[in-house]
């Protein structure tokens, strides 16, 4: 099935230490999302990938960083994990509007399963 | 305020009943709503999706968007232990708005055996 794969589901990293998330997809969708989702909160957008363009949120810290190598792969880097970005790490893909063809809804976001990062 | 508001819960109901779940959205862009399932320690998984003003049905789900009070529902009948989750509801714009959808703080429910 064609779906949005997220590696690893957990990962535990120190301090200070950088540590990259990894999210691929078979939908072949052209813009890709990067949420943070701490406990019993709303997933909140840090950035996303239009094709190739880069669109940072204004409130997403320094430390958060993206990479895109091609259309099914992206990373999330964080250089110097603090203890409060333990959280969930969300991916999601959409297919644009003007892609999504006649009758298909239109850029539905599609989630992985997520990365449980803890901090220590 | 936030652009979209949900009660948290959690919201305890037995197995068999309707289970209510509702959103109130302030921005008047917002065109496309949609209600996403999740459990605990997994990824949202989109339940329902729904344009502008209506009902939609899915199976048990029922989605119903009112624009003119900017309130959105979901509905669960013959609710099953197997439904217990946190229900988010999201909202976008149109194409002008861009990709970005607005969360709800979901609400977490708990069908009971």
């Known amino acids: 099935d064609a779906m949005v794969i997220q590696n690893p589901r957990y990962q535990v990293t120190q301090f200070g230490k950088p540590v990259t998330l990894s999210c691929s997809q078979t939908l072949n969708h052209n813009v890709m999302y990067w949420y943070q989702q701490k406990s019993s909160q709303a997933p909140k957008l840090l950035f996303h990938?239009?094709?190739?363009?880069?669109?940072n949120e204004a409130d997403t810290p320094d430390n958060f960083q993206s990479r895109r190598p091609n259309t099914s792969f992206c990373f999330l880097d964080i250089r110097s994990p603090g203890l409060g970005d333990a959280a969930m790490y969300l991916c999601?893909?959409?297919?644009?509007?003007?892609?999504?063809?006649?009758?298909?809804?239109?850029?539905?976001?599609?989630f992985g399963a997520g990365t449980r990062l803890s901090v220590l | 305020q936030k652009e979209v508001e949900q009660d948290p819960g959690p919201l305890s109901v037995p197995e068999g009943a309707i289970v209510s779940l509702n959103c109130t959205y302030s921005n008047s862009a917002f065109q496309y709503f949609m209600w996403y399932r999740q459990y605990s320690r997994k990824g949202p998984e989109l339940l329902m999706y729904t344009y502008s003003s209506g009902n939609k049905e899915d199976g048990r789900f029922t989605a119903q968007v009112d624009k003119s009070s900017k309130y959105i529902s979901l509905f669960i009948r013959d609710s099953q232990p197997s439904d217990s989750a946190t229900y988010l509801c999201a909202a976008r714009g149109g194409r002008a708005a861009g990709n970005k959808l607005t969360f709800g703080g979901g609400t977490r429910v708990l069908v009971k055996p």
């Open positions: 990938y239009y094709d190739k363009d880069f669109n």
């Open positions: 999601a893909t959409s297919r644009d509007w003007g892609l999504a063809g006649a009758g298909v809804a239109k850029n539905i976001q599609y």
